[in-house]
């Protein structure tokens, strides 16, 4: 809370980012409103209650990267309110915050398997035909 005023019934609200479902273990300690595999797009709550002028606390938010995102980074939301019993919120803008990850792995194109076994056979179509020249020479 980096206002002047304690704040009440604080409702801290996070988004599961695109490409990304729940991952509630990960989570942990903190309980969130989700379920377990919740899919992106989801909005999970913690329920903070009061919270005083200068607290801070660490929540664990987790993921499970299902899809590489198309920008490579994953852009989370977090949201936090209180139900203004203490006045009107003096510092609204610091309610919403962005963080945005770079995406660490690389994409690997794969082959599929008849992909993969056409070019097995042809690998081994050349070196046969490798190993017929180097017997005629």
Do not use: K
């Not at 005023?5 to 309980?31: C, D, F, K």
């Amino acid at each position: 809370n980096q206002g002047n005023q304690n704040a009440t019934g604080v409702i801290v609200r996070e988004a599961v980012p695109p490409g990304a479902t729940y991952n509630e273990i990960g989570s942990m300690p903190t309980v969130w409103s989700c379920a377990d595999g919740d899919a992106a797009g989801t909005i999970c709550e913690y329920a903070a209650g009061a919270v005083d002028v200068g607290f801070m606390e660490t929540l664990m938010f987790a993921i499970n990267v299902v899809d590489t995102p198309d920008r490579r980074e994953i852009v989370n939301v977090i949201e936090g309110n209180d139900d203004l019993t203490n006045g009107t919120d003096p510092t609204p803008e610091n309610n919403i915050f962005v963080v945005v990850t770079p995406f660490p792995a690389l994409s690997i194109d794969t082959m599929s398997r008849g992909s993969l076994a056409l070019m097995a056979l042809l690998l081994l179509y050349l070196g046969s035909r490798q190993q017929r020249a180097r017997r005629s020479e």
